[in-house]
């Protein structure tokens, strides 16, 4: 029984069923017809899944005891311990009725974590996961007094401005034209008396709460601006606002943006960098890498230092010799890189509207400078032979070459037009230019931190790609039926799994997130007349549009978590990988000088 569950075609065999099982997630969506063959098939696949993850559990159970075999039992295996978690989560998931009682949802929705497997199964995420944890411990004292930083400015926030955010929702009023409306609406039971709804802006100080939420988005610098000049246009709580009636407001703001996004934000990015740095000082510099990945990148940082070039033999060939020479000589290497620049320089000379002379001048000399790497490919061919082939610059102008021509005879003999594939093609070339780093010391530091780094970043890219992917198949889960309203739209929304990464990644960036969270976590109003808890039928009733309501408690939850762990943490992180192997690198590089 354990040759069996260490097997490695076991290991690759339950591997690809987290994948097939990962993918079935995505696919689960609640706009899917519950009734339809296709809910069918998703729910039967599911059944067979987690009947074999349970099989799994129990083989390994069987192979290394639950708790008291020692050291090596089943459940006292860290890794072990999240599968037998998820793989309970799963089946209990399959004994709950698909209601849309908020409990049973959660226990469901528990499924949605099954895609954390695939950290069990590779290394290189294992690694990153330890990376993560060994920064938890700084990154939890600093969320204290960030934390603290925003309950004093939250608290100084709804003492100030509690119930100012408060406007007359006018949109179902009718008969009264924007004039009116700005002279007979002054206070709350004007707007009441005139039909119209007595409204709270998404983002308010009305509560610690709504408080705090508002001191993260504008931690990020995001629509802190729009959150100021509500303020100064505030006239009281049951006014309507006016228009800069309390300019003074804004020192608050201000001088939370310095305090709060320009010193505590690179504060937090500092924390996540030093004790990134300290501790892998204290594991080993390559603690991130697994030992593959150790070894590849000592070999090629060992490549690089030695700077290894391939011997060519002189031919025999007086007359070959000759060209042997030339090819080989540094010369002839700048003359080719000046042609290579010159030939850019003529690329980048395309606009709209550029007149036909103009055109005709660019593209004979782009036939040109074709013509002078065709020339250095043969000359090279003469002077190399087939050893040519042996460097793979050499095979990379090979290839840049032969499809140049190749769609200059295309175009000139065939009349087939291919002019974008042709500029691509042609701008390659600009590649070449990257031979640089062979000769220039300050260059090939660059090029070989992205070497040395590579491995690391990949570890942290892919378990920050799979905890984006797992936000995205709950985001799907929870925001699928919302109703669509601006700033959502046909690709930034949460109906489909592969829209909810696109929209993650956005959010990532900082891209006008506190909107969407406030749109999405929208409940039931007169402006935003939804449904809660809609069924598909519903769905089809509404002509295939979704009319869902939101939930603030749960959106609020989703976005601040995701923004927390991958905008601060994970993106940190990759600056700290970067900076770290920069300085290894160049440690290195002196080392080589000084021996």
Known sequence: MDKLVS?????????????????????????NDPEGKFAYVLSRLDLAITSVFSLEVILKIIACGFVLNGPKSYIRQTWNMLDFMI??????????????????????????????????????????????????????????????????FGIIGVNIFKGMYNYCDTSQ?????????????????????????????????????????????????VGWAAIMYRAMDSNGPTMTPGFKTKPYYSLFFIS???????????????????????????????????????KWIETKLLVVRINPKLANKRPDNKYSQKVFD??????????????????????????????????QVTEYLNYFFTGIFLIEFIIKMVAFRWRYFR???????????????????????????????TQVVRALRIGRMLKLFRSMKSLQVIFSTFMATLPSLMNVGGLMILIVYIYAVIGMNLFAEVTMRPPMHIFLNFQ???????????????ENWNDLMDIIGQPYTISNQCVNNPTYADYVAAGNKTVGCGDYTTTYIYFSTYILLVSMIFLNLFIAIILNGYFQTADREKQVLNS
């Open 7 to 31: 097997n490695k075609h076991f290991d690759n065999f339950i591997m690809f069923l987290i994948t097939i099982s990962s993918i079935s997630l995505s696919l689960e969506n609640p706009l």
């Open 87 to 152: 793989v309970l989560t799963s089946l209990i998931s399959l004994m709950v009725p698909s209601s849309g009682i908020s409990f049973f949802k959660v226990i469901r929705m528990a499924r949605l974590l099954r895609p954390i497997r695939v950290v069990s199964k590779n290394d290189g995420l294992k690694i990153s996961i330890q990376a993560l944890i060994v920064s938890v411990p700084a990154i939890l004292n600093l969320l204290v007094i960030v934390f603290l930083f925003m309950l004093i």
């Open 173 to 221: 009023m009718v008969g009264l034209s924007d004039e009116h409306i700005k002279t007979l609406i002054i206070e709350k039971f004007d707007c009441l008396n005139y039909g119209g709804e007595w409204a709270t802006y998404h983002t308010n100080f009305d509560t610690i709460g709504d408080s705090i939420l508002q001191m993260i988005s504008m931690s990020q610098t």
């Open 256 to 294: 939370y943006v310095i305090f709060g996004a320009f010193f505590i934000t690179n504060l937090f990015v500092g924390v996540v960098i030093s004790s990134f740095n300290r501790e892998s000082d204290r594991l080993g510099k390559h603690f991130l890498l697994t030992e593959q990945q150790k």
């Open 326 to 359: 030339m090819a080989t000589h540094d010369y002839f290497d700048y003359a080719i890189l000046t042609c290579i620049t010159l030939n850019t320089i003529v690329l980048a000379l395309k606009w709209t509207n550029m007149s036909p002379e103009m055109t």
């Open 391 to 421: 460097d793979y610059w050499n095979i990379f102008d090979f290839l840049i070459c032969i499809g140049s021509l190749l769609f200059i005879f295309l175009n000139i003999w065939y009349n087939i037009e291919v002019s974008t594939s």
């Open 496 to 510: 489909t799994v592969p829209n909810a990464f696109l929209t993650l990644i956005r959010m990532a960036t900082g």
